[in-house]
């Protein structure tokens, strides 16, 4: 379990360090900025849907701490080329994921399965979960969120 543990902590490491699509997307149909104010992350978010409801192209940029940037980086990943609907439930997957301490481990999650450990933190919940929130916020046009 502790070489798992280690190789996880590299990929957060490196998704921290060099975050991928951390830039602005333009032109974007989507966009908000999200806030955790228990860590004081920042994200901004900014995606573009194409005729299908696909999610064509994504990015985001803000100032946080390492598990928010390095989960920011790995959902924009993830989620890109994917629809509203399946981004949603990836949200769900993740989520239970993060919270339940009884979750399996979900191999369709993919490299968000890295993020697992945090449940053993529920400060950190946050932190993983603030760039969906944000995603889910944008697509929702509500703006901003607060995860407060
Ligand atoms: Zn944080």
Redesign the pocket.
């Known amino acids: 379990m502790s070489d798992l543990r280690e190789l996880y902590q590299e990929v957060i490491l490196d998704h921290n360090k060099q975050p991928r699509n951390f830039h602005g997307v333009d032109p974007h149909d989507h966009e908000a900025d999200g806030y955790?104010p228990?860590?004081?992350?920042k994200i901004h978010l900014e995606l573009r849907l194409d005729d299908g409801g696909r999610i064509e192209d994504i990015g985001f940029n803000g100032d946080?701490?390492?598990?928010?940037t390095a989960s920011a980086s790995i959902m924009t990943e993830v989620v890109k080329g994917k629809t509203v609907d399946e981004a949603r439930s990836m949200f769900d997957r993740f989520h239970y994921l993060v919270t339940d301490e009884s979750a399996q481990p979900d191999p369709s999650l993919g490299k968000l399965g890295v993020l697992a450990g945090v449940r053993d933190y529920p400060m950190?919940v946050?932190?993983a979960t603030?760039a969906w929130h944000t995603l889910q916020a944008a697509l929702e046009n509500k703006g901003e969120i607060s995860t407060e």
């Open positions: 955790n228990l860590c004081g992350d946080g701490c390492a598990i928010s950190r946050k932190c603030l």
